[in-house]
C-alpha cells in the first residue's frame, strides 16, 4: 500500500512537469558586435519582427526576450572614423544568436565620370539599410566621418540599400552634386560610378525682398525611393540671393529652401520653407526660382460643402511660382461675407494662433455673395527687413452660391507675377515691368464640385507709387496668352499693383498687393 500511495502522489506532478516546458518556455535573441578591429563592441540595434513589423530596440551583447519569429536585424558600428552598417535575417526560436561583424564590411564608394575638382568642396558619404515591407519601413545610417562607410553584404529581398554622396561647394559659384544609388538586399560590390552626362542640371536661383528672413538655405533630399528617402544634403547657407547650379541623378528629388531669420531672443527660428518635388531625367535641365514677387493671395477658393461656406484665412503670402500656399507663416487678417450688402460674418485671425483660421456661414438664400480678406505680415518676435516687399495684401470675391449645395466657388484665383526683376525683385527705375496676371481654378475640395470656367468679360489693373493711397490705371493685353498688365516704374520706392479679373455674370475676383516689388 505505500508503494500504491507513492505512485498515485507522483502522478499529478509527472502531469504538470510534462506541461511546463509549452508554458514557460523563453525565446531569446543575443546579437554579437564586432569592430572593424574583432573587437567586441556594445550598441543599441533595432530589430523588426517581418510577419507583424513590430519594431523593438535591442542592446548588443545580452540576450532578449522576444516572441517567436523572424526577425531583421540593423546594426551601425562604429571604428574610430569608420561606420559600418550590417543587417541580418534571424529566427528567433529558442536561445537564439547571430553576430554582425564590421570586419566584413565593403566599402561604399560613388564616383563621377568624369571625376571633378574637390579643391574647397564638402563631400559626404550618406548609406542606409531598411527594412522592405508594406506598412512602415524601418532603418539604421550611417555615414563617411573621414575614414570611410562600410556596409556588410546581405542577399535578403527582404532588406534594401541606398547610398547618396554629395559634393558640396558652399560658395555657390560651382556646380553642386548629389547622386543616389539604391538597391535590393545589401550588395557585395557597393559602388557606383555616375557619368556626368547621365546628370540632370537643375538652375536654382534663390531671391530676396518679400522674406521677412535674414539667410536662406538650399538643400536636396531624395524622395519616393525604396530606402534612404530620409537623406538630406545641405548646400548653401547665405544671407545673399545667388544663382547656382545643381547636378543630380535621375530620380525624384525634393529642391528644399528653408528661411531663417535672428529673433529678438537671439534664436534663429526658421519663418518659412519651400518643399519642390521635382522628377529629373538624364542629360535633362530644370529651373527653379525661389523668393519671387509678389507675395499675394493663394490660389484656395472659397468653397460650398453641404451647404456651408468656407475659407480659409490664412494663406495670403503665396510666392507666384507655387501659389497654392504662404511661403512663410504669420500674419494678421479680417475677413468679412456680404450678401444683399449686408455684412452676414466676420471672421478674424490675430496672429500665430494654434491652428487655421476658417470663416464658415450657413448659406441660408441662393443669390450673390461678397467674401473680402484683408491680411498683413505679423512676427511680434522678429523685427522686419527694411523695405520688405508684400506687407499687406487684399482679396476680394463675388460670387453666387444657394443652400444645400457643394461647390468650389465659381471664381478664378489671380496670381501676380511681375517679370524682369533682378535677384533683389528690383525692376529698373522709369522703364516698363510686365506683369503676368495668371488665372486658375484649383479645386477647393473633395465634395467642392468645380463646374465649368467662369467665361472671362474683362481682366484689368492699377499700379500704385505711394503705398496704396493712390491708384491709376495701366494698360492689360494677352502677351503669349497670358494676360499681363504693362506698367511704367517711376524714379524710386517701390509698385503696388491692383488687378480684376470680371465674368459674363457679374462674379470677380480683385487682388491687391502692396509694395508688390521695388524699384533700382
Known amino acids: 500500500m505505500a508503494r500504491a500511495a507513492i505512485a498515485s502522489a507522483l502522478v499529478p506532478a509527472l502531469l504538470l512537469g510534462a506541461g511546463a516546458?509549452?508554458?514557460?518556455?523563453?525565446?531569446?535573441?543575443?546579437?554579437?558586435?564586432?569592430?572593424?578591429?574583432?573587437?567586441?563592441?556594445?550598441?543599441?540595434?533595432?530589430?523588426?519582427?517581418?510577419?507583424?513589423?513590430?519594431?523593438?530596440?535591442?542592446?548588443?551583447?545580452?540576450?532578449?526576450?522576444?516572441?517567436?519569429?523572424?526577425?531583421?536585424?540593423?546594426?551601425?558600428?562604429?571604428?574610430?572614423?569608420?561606420?559600418?552598417?550590417?543587417?541580418?535575417?534571424?529566427?528567433?526560436?529558442?536561445?537564439?544568436?547571430?553576430?554582425?561583424?564590421?570586419?566584413?564590411?565593403?566599402?561604399?564608394?560613388?564616383g563621377l565620370s568624369p571625376a571633378i575638382d574637390t579643391a574647397g568642396r564638402e563631400i559626404l558619404t550618406n548609406g542606409q539599410i531598411c527594412t522592405r515591407s508594406a506598412s512602415a519601413t524601418y532603418s539604421v545610417d550611417g555615414w563617411d566621418p573621414g575614414g570611410?562607410?562600410?556596409?556588410?553584404?546581405?542577399?535578403?529581398?527582404?532588406?534594401?540599400?541606398?547610398?547618396?554622396?554629395?559634393?558640396?561647394?558652399?560658395?555657390?559659384?560651382?556646380?553642386?552634386?548629389a547622386v543616389m544609388y539604391t538597391t535590393t538586399s545589401v550588395p557585395s560590390t557597393p559602388t557606383r560610378t555616375f557619368r556626368q552626362s547621365s546628370l540632370a542640371t537643375v538652375d536654382v536661383e534663390t531671391r530676396r525682398g518679400p522674406s521677412a528672413a535674414n539667410y536662406s538655405s538650399l538643400g536636396v533630399q531624395p524622395i519616393d525611393r525604396s530606402c534612404g528617402s530620409d537623406m538630406y544634403a545641405g548646400l548653401v547657407s547665405t544671407d545673399q540671393p545667388y544663382r547656382t547650379k545643381i547636378?543630380?541623378?535621375?530620380?525624384?528629388?525634393?529642391?528644399?529652401?528653408?528661411?531663417?531669420?535672428?529673433?529678438?531672443?537671439?534664436?534663429?527660428?526658421?519663418?518659412?520653407?519651400?518643399?519642390?518635388?521635382?522628377?529629373?531625367?538624364?542629360?535633362?535641365?530644370?529651373?527653379?526660382?525661389?523668393?519671387?514677387?509678389?507675395?499675394?493671395?493663394s490660389t484656395r477658393l472659397p468653397q460650398v460643402n453641404h451647404g456651408w461656406l468656407s475659407y480659409v484665412l490664412n494663406d495670403m503670402f503665396a510666392d507666384p511660382g507655387f501659389p497654392r500656399d504662404s511661403v512663410e507663416g504669420g500674419?494678421?487678417?479680417?475677413?468679412?461675407?456680404?450678401?444683399?450688402?449686408?455684412?452676414?460674418?466676420?471672421?478674424?485671425?490675430?496672429?500665430?494662433?494654434?491652428?487655421?483660421?476658417?470663416?464658415?456661414?450657413k448659406v441660408k438664400k441662393s443669390g450673390w455673395y461678397t467674401l473680402t480678406n484683408d491680411a498683413s505680415r505679423y512676427y511680434p518676435e522678429i523685427t522686419f527687413p527694411a523695405g520688405m516687399l508684400s506687407p499687406k495684401t487684399s482679396v476680394t470675391y463675388r460670387f453666387k452660391a444657394k443652400p444645400n449645395s457643394s461647390m468650389t466657388a465659381p471664381v478664378y484665383a489671380l496670381t501676380m507675377l511681375p517679370t524682369g526683376l533682378d535677384l533683389y525683385n528690383r525692376a529698373k527705375a522709369g522703364a516698363n515691368t510686365n506683369v503676368q496676371l495668371k488665372l486658375s481654378r484649383p479645386k477647393a475640395g473633395p465634395d467642392a464640385k468645380l463646374g465649368k470656367n467662369p467665361k472671362v468679360k474683362t481682366v484689368t489693373a492699377k499700379a500704385s507709387f505711394d503705398?496704396?493711397?493712390t491708384w491709376r490705371s495701366v494698360s492689360v493685353k494677352k502677351v503669349n496668352g497670358v494676360w499681363t498688365a504693362q506698367v511704367g516704374n517711376p524714379t524710386s520706392g517701390a509698385v503696388s499693383l491692383r488687378a480684376r479679373v470680371t465674368d459674363t455674370v457679374g462674379g470677380y475676383t480683385d487682388v491687391t498687393i502692396i509694395r508688390a516689388y521695388a524699384i533700382s
Open 247 to 297: 547636378r543630380l541623378s535621375a530620380g525624384k528629388w525634393d529642391v528644399g529652401v528653408h528661411a531663417y531669420t535672428e529673433a529678438k531672443d537671439g534664436t534663429a527660428p526658421v519663418v518659412g520653407h519651400y518643399f519642390v518635388p521635382r522628377t529629373v531625367s538624364a542629360g535633362k535641365s530644370y529651373t527653379l526660382r525661389f523668393f519671387r514677387s509678389a507675395w499675394g493671395p
Open 467 to 469: 503705398g496704396g493711397k
Open 331 to 361: 500674419d494678421k487678417a479680417t475677413a468679412t461675407l456680404k450678401f444683399g450688402g449686408k455684412t452676414v460674418k466676420t471672421k478674424k485671425d490675430r496672429g500665430w494662433e494654434s491652428e487655421m483660421t476658417s470663416l464658415e456661414y
Open 148 to 177: 570611410g562607410l562600410y556596409v556588410v553584404p546581405n542577399s535578403s529581398k527582404r532588406l534594401a540599400f541606398a547610398a547618396m554622396r554629395s559634393w558640396v561647394d558652399h560658395t555657390g559659384v560651382s556646380p553642386h552634386y
Open 21 to 110: 516546458p509549452a508554458v514557460a518556455a523563453t525565446n531569446t535573441l543575443t546579437v554579437t558586435t564586432l569592430d572593424r578591429n574583432g573587437k567586441k563592441v556594445t550598441v543599441t540595434t533595432t530589430v523588426v519582427n517581418l510577419a507583424t513589423n513590430e519594431r523593438r530596440s535591442v542592446k548588443s551583447n545580452k540576450a532578449k526576450k522576444l516572441p517567436k519569429g523572424t526577425y531583421a536585424l540593423l546594426a551601425s558600428i562604429r571604428t574610430g572614423d569608420t561606420s559600418t552598417l550590417g543587417a541580418r535575417t534571424v529566427k528567433v526560436s529558442g536561445a537564439s544568436k547571430t553576430t554582425v561583424d564590421a570586419r566584413k564590411g565593403k566599402r561604399v564608394s560613388l
